[in-house]
């Protein structure tokens, strides 16, 4: 990482870290167009303080994200990614922050998750932020 300063011990960006997230990122996305909601529902962290802030909505708790999925129309939901930076810290902190367009649509939508490895299921999303930019 150039010019940055890590803390003792901290790795940022290991290699096999950076790929597991980039793997749950990516599979996020493909359940995402495909409105794959089992695998939507499994990738957010099933607990009370699981935010995901989009741009018509403000949902606390993974009951209320889970719902909104099923309520959700699942046509227009493709896009073309245009940036995408995926960051590791350590072995079990990671965000990732997304650029995309998406046909029809005017602006740029931007996308933030956090994720954290839990114990016993792997990578989820404990923090999702959508928004547009026009």
Not at 19 to 42: G, I, K, M, P
Not at 57 to 86: H, K, Q, S
Not at 108 to 132: E, K, L, N
Request: proline fraction near 5%.
């Amino acid at each position: 990482m150039s010019g940055a300063t890590e803390p003792a011990g901290l790795v940022v960006d290991d290699p096999a870290v950076h790929a597991e997230v980039r793997a749950a990122f990516a599979r996020y996305e493909r359940a995402l167009t495909s409105n794959d909601v089992a695998v939507l529902d499994e990738l957010f962290l099933d607990a009370p303080h699981t935010v995901r802030f989009g741009a018509d909505e403000e949902l606390f708790g993974y009951a209320e994200i889970a719902a909104f999925r099923r309520a959700r129309p699942a046509a227009g939901l493709d896009r073309t990614p245009e940036r995408v930076a995926v960051t590791t810290y350590g072995d079990a902190f990671a965000v990732t922050s997304l650029t995309f367009r998406r046909e029809g649509v005017p602006g740029v939508g931007r996308q933030s998750q956090t994720w954290v490895r839990m114990p016993g299921v792997g990578w989820r999303i404990v923090s999702a932020h959508v928004s547009r930019r026009t």
